[in-house]
């Protein structure tokens, strides 16, 4: 693993990595194709902005292969905000990831948005100083991501559809799991590890703490303040929105909403004030009628 | 603890370790009955915005202006600083410490770094241990006497930390790190550039419950 050391302080150091995920907790990270989305996020309270060619549901919609994005488009809105600045390579990328670091983005996502570029194989993220998010749709899933070097986990669902019930089955199966280990005895704790395909170190550290290891998040298909709300209540620990914020009719105000929505995920009195006019949120798509899921790129 | 956005629950775990009752704030009413408060770090512009959304702005300005003991760490310490570089122009601050700080001072996530720091002695001008419940320093190990422990280096981490660039002639300089000052004190007021409460040491939450104590 890289960790970088002089005689005075150690950079990319695990602390430091999952230390920003830390930072990023009961947040709201947008996604964004450009300086002006970028800026319309900061003012709304966004905590990060993920900057990324097409957001998932043009995505969808166009076809062809998702690739990283242009580094003048990132450098721009690096310039336009003063945020965190994260930005997605495709699975098992590791060109592009270096890419991303050598721009200096804060965080990358090795992202099942973006085409796969390995069908075996995801980036060795401990070879890299810039932290990594991956996406889970289960607990082992979000192991094996976990044991590749990526400090923070978010739930797939299956963006671009503005429908959140793949993000609540994956956030269900992830810490409904979890529970369960934390109740298993100790000879469980191996027939876990091979039923998730899984670490066995990082069994019994879910075992020990009744947490993931580093924080979990929540993404695909939130398009509400309630969705945000719903997730957070759910257990996830900060919201990344997709489409839904600059598919909306309104963008800036559904970004405000969300943003208070998330910060206030249990109290009823300011969901219903910050969902009262909005306009339109985006259209959703059925999960039955998608020609291409998402969530299941990713190995 | 204000609990807008970002690592409340990390000083929520370390207060608890040490024997304090801990509650968060979201609403204006959460602000009633409590003996001190904590602004984390996380992103200090959406604190900001949420502050002035949640009508928490102007009431916990008031409390910090009347003597509430205040301890920022990271973007907790740019909203207490009196003069904030790079900052937004909209963003909001108390300005309830005499502390020029830049957002992001030590760069991008890239350059987020570990490192050790030596607490001043003057920090510890009170015999902490005897003020305090649940004491651990998690270092020195047994046998260390006080003075060795209080002296011990503290290893703090930097998350794209704010740089202290100035601090005004009444803030007492508490420790630095090349340079440039990483936790300082004035009054009831502590700011840290850096986060005490990702670490496993408590010495610095327990300086800041002697402050409470004090009060």
Known sequence: MTEIASSQQTRATVAVKRGLAEMLKGGVIMDVVDAEQAKIAEDAGACAVMALERVPSDIRRDGGVARMSDPEMIEGIQAAVTIPVMAKARIGHFAEAQILQSLEVDYIDESEVLTPADERHHIDKWAFEVPFVCGATNLGEALRRISEGACMIRSKGEAGTGNIVEAVRHLRSILGDIAKITQADSAELFEWAKQLQAPLGLVQEIHDTGELPVPMFCAGGIATPADASLVMQLGAQAVFVGSGIFKSENPSLMAKAVVEATTNFADPSVLVKVSRGLGKSMAGLEIAGLEQTFADRGW | ?215
């Open chain 2, 1 to 215: 603890m204000l609990a807008l956005q970002g690592a409340f629950h990390a000083h929520q775990r370390m207060l608890a370790e040490l024997g304090c009752a801990t509650s968060l704030i979201r609403q204006p009413a959460d602000l009633s009955g409590i003996d001190a408060l904590i602004l984390p770090g996380g992103e200090s512009t959406t604190m900001s915005r949420m502050l002035v959304v949640s009508e928490l702005y102007e009431p916990i300005g008031e409390l910090i202006r009347n003597g509430l003991p205040t301890f920022g760490t990271c973007a907790g310490a740019i909203l207490m600083a009196s003069k904030i570089l790079d900052g937004r122009a909209d963003q909001h601050g108390f300005g309830v410490l005499d502390l020029e700080v830049r957002r992001n001072g030590y760069g991008r996530q890239i350059a987020s770094m570990e490192c050790e720091i030596t607490l001043a002695a003057s920090a510890f001008g009170s015999p902490l241990e005897a003020e305090l419940p649940g004491s651990s320093t998690g270092v020195g190990g047994s046998g260390a006497g006080e003075v060795s422990r209080h002296g011990a280096p503290f290893h703090a981490v930097f998350i794209r930390a704010p740089r202290f660039e100035r601090v005004g002639p009444t803030v007492e300089i508490l420790a630095e790190f090349e340079d440039f000052p990483v936790l300082v004190r004035s009054g009831a007021k502590m700011a840290a550039s850096f986060h005490p409460e990702l670490a496993t040491d408590t010495r610095v939450h327990q300086l800041f419950l002697a402050m409470i104590a004090k009060n």
